[in-house]
């Protein structure tokens, strides 16, 4: 378990006990950010791949 997911633990509880009033995406706001960063990370590697791919076919 990740930094985000232990902070996404943390805020949901202590917003779900009312010691804090943030608004629901702020609280999930750790686990977007994570989701991002790695659909991101997939999106550059799927490019990487599709230019060697294309690279290798144009020495053919």
Known sequence: MGI???LTIIFV???LTGV???SWWL???PTI???SIYALLVVIKLVMV???VVAVK???
């Open 27 to 29: 609280v999930l706001l």
């Open 4 to 6: 985000a997911e232990v």
């Open 13 to 15: 509880v202590l917003k």
């Open 50 to 52: 599709i230019i060697a």
């Open 33 to 35: 950010i994570s989701f």
């Open 20 to 22: 804090i009033a943030w």
């Open 58 to 60: 144009k020495r053919e």
